[in-house]
């Protein structure tokens, strides 16, 4: 299978402009020529029977994983266990894994949770841990978790 430049570079920049919220990739902007890249959808949330996002969606051999928190009393400790937990679970429905995240968001009720959200977070990522972005979300995190996760990965090789 050749692959030329152009899908090369057209792969590239659908993947990055999903990392700055664009919809160029769902568009069908950068379709991959040789593949016809499909958009693969995980589980659609319904909100009144009316599609409101998906828990996953694959394209151009990245994953999107929608935002995981957690809505148990609990602290932050058992929040981010959970929430890592669920992550994993649904990189690897989606074809991926904790080793092949690029990049996660973290976002917090209260930046005071920073340190021991970290205590947790440290090591779960393998050797090469993906870049990151924690916020404390003003207004607090949706369902009261005290944590929400998203992230972006590459497929598993095939």
């Known amino acids: 299978m050749k692959t030329n430049r152009r899908t090369i570079f057209k792969k590239i920049i659908a993947g990055t402009a999903g990392l700055f919220g664009l919809t ?27 599609p409101l996002f998906s828990s996953s969606q694959t394209y151009g051999g990245l994953v999107y994983i929608a935002g995981k928190g957690a809505h148990f009393e609990g602290d932050i400790t058992s929040h981010t266990k959970h929430v890592l937990d669920e992550l994993k679970k649904e990189l690897e429905k989606a074809g991926s894994s904790m080793e092949r995240v690029l990049k996660v968001n973290v976002y917090l009720n209260d930046l005071k949770d920073y340190k021991a959200m970290n205590e947790v977070f440290r090591g779960k990522f393998g050797k090469n841990p993906p870049v990151r972005t924690t916020i404390a979300a003003a207004g607090g995190i949706p ?16």
């Open 24 to 50: 160029i990739a769902n568009a069908g902007v950068f379709q991959n020529e040789e593949n016809n890249d499909a958009i693969n959808t995980g589980d659609v949330i319904l909100d009144q029977e009316i």
């Open 143 to 158: 369902g009261d978790s005290l944590v929400e996760i998203d992230c972006i990965a590459a497929l598993n090789d095939k």
